[in-house]
């Protein structure tokens, strides 16, 4: 965990360190966080996320995974936050993938098929077509 008895904790960024890998309960017990950086981690990938961001609880959050190498979305390291984000009524919830070169292949079939409006990444574009992550399905 990033933190034991913080409960109140808002902001978190780890920014520029080389990061590899997200522990699995690295934001448990972190219920108000809503801005979470892990920008300019060009060795972090999606796989080294895994399970991480499953213990976020905040609708609001706003996560910063721009200048990474998470290039795929992965419904296992992503679809809990974006049940999460589409079911909350005034959710403003999104991540942002700027200078994120994303591989649009099957792995975002489970986005076209069960959120086709989402709005939940926020600056995804698949390399390639250069097409916005919205417009592909």
Not at 40 to 52: E, K, P, Q, Y
Not at 94 to 105: A, H
Not at 108 to 133: E, H, R
Request: proline fraction near 4%; hydrophobic fraction near 40%.
């Amino acid at each position: 965990r990033i933190c034991f008895n913080c409960p109140s904790l808002i902001s978190f960024s780890l920014i520029s360190s080389n990061l590899l890998r997200v522990a699995d309960n690295a934001f448990t017990g972190l219920p108000l966080l809503k801005l979470l950086s892990l920008s300019n981690n060009t060795a972090l990938t999606h796989a080294g996320l895994g399970s991480s961001l499953h213990s976020i609880k905040n609708p609001g959050i706003s996560i910063y995974l721009q200048y990474t190498n998470v290039r795929n979305l992965d419904e296992h390291v992503f679809r809990p936050l974006v049940e999460m984000f589409t079911a909350a009524e005034s959710s403003s919830g999104r991540i942002v993938m700027t200078e994120v070169k994303l591989n649009c292949g099957c792995d975002v079939k489970w986005i076209a098929d069960d959120f086709p409006s989402q709005t939940v990444f926020y600056n995804a574009f698949c390399v390639g077509t250069l097409s916005a992550l919205a417009e592909v399905g």
